[in-house]
């Protein structure tokens, strides 16, 4: 198995908890927030879905991905992601996007040093690490909402 299989292979794993736990969600609980935390579960879902494709474009350097990263750009929740087949829709084209990103890199590139002002310079296989804990953790943060927010 060529080794952006792997990485194809540990990236769908790792987004099932994100799924599973957008099964669960109905369209009335994208508003609910767990106080004090100003972020709702449809900004999260959004914002999940934007730092996606802004990785996969500037990581992978998949320049066709066009990207307007709303939820980076306004920097807190305006309560408008409340539209679960809108968001369900971006989260698909985020995670097919990468998937793609995923299989298009030769296996010399993942030893390469990438350089973002997020995480600073690392090698895109480190940097992959760092997608896969980004959608996990706020997958943890909308399963804990889902159940304990209002």
């Given at each position: 198995?060529?080794?952006?299989?792997?990485?194809?292979?540990?990236?769908?794993?790792?987004?099932?908890?994100?799924?599973?736990?957008?099964?669960?969600?109905?369209?009335?609980?994208?508003?609910?927030?767990?106080?004090?935390?100003?972020?709702?579960?449809?900004?999260?879902?959004?914002?999940?879905?934007?730092?996606?494709?802004?990785f996969a474009k500037n990581v992978f350097k998949a320049s066709e991905i066009?990207?307007?990263?709303?939820?980076?750009?306004?920097?807190?929740?305006?309560?408008?992601?409340?539209?679960?087949?809108?968001?369900?829709?971006?989260?698909?084209?985020?995670?097919?996007?990468?998937?793609?990103?995923?299989?298009?890199?030769?296996?010399?590139k993942w030893g390469e040093n990438v350089t973002t002002k997020e995480f600073?310079?690392?090698?895109?296989?480190?940097?992959?690490?760092?997608?896969?804990?980004?959608?996990?953790?706020?997958?943890?943060?909308?399963?804990?909402?889902?159940?304990?927010?209002?």
């Open positions: 198995m060529e080794i952006s299989q792997h990485f194809y292979a540990a990236y769908k794993e790792a987004r099932t908890r994100l799924e599973t736990t957008l099964n669960l969600i109905q369209k009335e609980d994208l508003g609910k927030k767990l106080h004090p935390s100003p972020n709702s579960i449809g900004f999260l879902v959004r914002h999940i879905a934007d730092v996606e494709l802004l066009q990207v307007r990263a709303k939820t980076l750009i306004d920097q807190k929740d305006t309560g408008e992601w409340s539209d679960l087949n809108e968001l369900t829709d971006y989260l698909k084209i985020s995670c097919n996007s990468v998937l793609t990103a995923i299989s298009n890199q030769q296996a010399e600073g310079t690392k090698t895109v296989a480190e940097a992959f690490g760092r997608i896969i804990s980004h959608t996990a953790y706020h997958a943890g943060q909308i399963a804990l909402i889902k159940k304990y927010g209002a």
